[in-house]
């Protein structure tokens, strides 16, 4: 007899095997909706996601060569960014489509496949279609509440797509397809690739009373051997190639540099906090991001539930494929300490867990909701239950577990100003100034310590001598370079002596400078970045005494400016060289 009950149908709803179709459209139109959110943000002209700055703009190369000549930025980030990352904006640009328009509509394709890859996970774990849908939502509020992963268009935009699918096959045991997974995680995100490989490594190992056995499956060992296989054969190439920007920065150089401490521009070390060290940042484990939204904490309580198979009927419906969630877990960890070991050769310790925990929790947390809805349902079923018992308790449950997952993100935007997704996207601010550049001949150089440097070569399509955005410390064959560049721009730009500045000048072949005109008071020079930097508090201290640099002068002159507005001034150097050279014979 087919019970009357609501929470018994709505049981059935959420917790059958049945209704797949349903469910996945579902969860297709929930993301599709976050990435229109998202979408919506990078509205306008003038607006560009903070990472993309650095990832995206050298790409305008492929729809004019022309741009960006003799640009060690531009040419250092194109040498690192994979091949495979690059093909997707090159194919599109040879019909015309600008990268800078594409990294912004990309995203939602990308969150899309994502989603159906980690719905076709958790089908594999427990096949209850509801549980899958959870776990793409939690999956999809957790990148959306704590990183810009997929939302910057960049190479990491691709990690969970192509770990999630790596999993997928693996689980389904299609093996030509999880090696091809495993191929295009190295054209893509290199580093993903190790996580895969020594994920498989570690399938090929199981505990039996106590003792760590090897697996005998000729299936197991077969998927495992030949996807380490493959990752070598991938990986190989990044061994091997030499970079004209290596070496990769080592540990020891690393401590001697302010920009790797706190409030550096790449800030590492915390030798006065060793709890956040090793709990946040790029140095951390950052558990906390993967148990973000807070309903993904219920992912700690699926080793427990699953004890209670009685009190919690779907348990039995869990396979073995679970196991997959620990091993992914202990080859983030052992990748972690690995990078901590070899520190920056094989790049940051954090990208080796933040996104697989991410990944993990959010598919533990939806087993978990399923399997306490269940369960609560079930158990208030009994025939002891009296009364309003049988309503009040099914309620409750589902309003703590069902509401969040659906309405966390409508609380998340009340709670925080950044709203819901958080895409880190920027807007400039000074689009005249981008007008203006986009006039001057493409082989311009433009010197600045001003925060528009960031937005120059993505909105004015001209190369700069150095950004914030552009100044990364890995390698140190481009890094020392960009350094050393800030050093003399800094030490020109306060500097009372003419020669130092022509010097500048002609050593790095400028064609314009850029300064804020607040820029000769000493609070401009407090920034965190720039105070990684000797000069700047030399410099701090002459204005303090009350110096008035060359630069400053010139600019009052107002015989030089190209373009000027009330918050900065752009200079031509050909013109202040001729003004130099004349303070020089008068002198």
Known sequence: MQSNNPFQKLNDLLTKPDGTKFWFI???TTIFIYGLLGWEQGLGEYVVQDDARQHVFWMRRFLDETLFPNDLIADYFQSVAPLGYQFVYWLPSQFGIDPLDLHKILPIFIHLITAGFCFGVCLELLPIPFAAFSSA???????????????????RAFVYVLFLAFVYFLLKKRLLASLVTIALQGLFYPQIVLVSTVTLFLRLFYFKKGKLKIIQNPETRLFSFCGIGVAIVVMLPFALATNEFDPVITAEQARQLPEFFPDGRSEFFNPNDPGKFWSVGRSG???ATGLTPETNSLSLLLPLLIQFPNQFP?????NQNVLILLQVIGASIILFTTAHLFLFKIHLPSRYTQYTFEMVFSLGAALAITLLIDGSIQLTQKSFWKGLFKWIIPSIIIIILGVPLLFYPVYNSVRYPDGFPTTAYTRAKQPELYQFLQQESKDTLVASLSGEADYIPTFAKRSVLFGFEYAIPYHWGYYKQIRQRILDLIRAQYSEQSE??????KNYDIDLWLIDKNAFVAEYLTDDWLQSYQPTRQAQLKLQQGATPLMEELIKQKQCQRFANEDLVVLSTSCLLSKLERLSSNN
């Open 314 to 318: 779907l348990t039995k419906k869990i």
């Open 285 to 287: 484990l950052n558990i």
């Open 500 to 505: 130092l500045v022509t010097n500048f000048i």
């Open 26 to 28: 579902l969860t297709l």
């Open 137 to 155: 939502i939690l999956l999809s509020q957790s990148i959306g509440l704590t990183s810009h992963t997929i939302i910057s268009g960049t190479p």
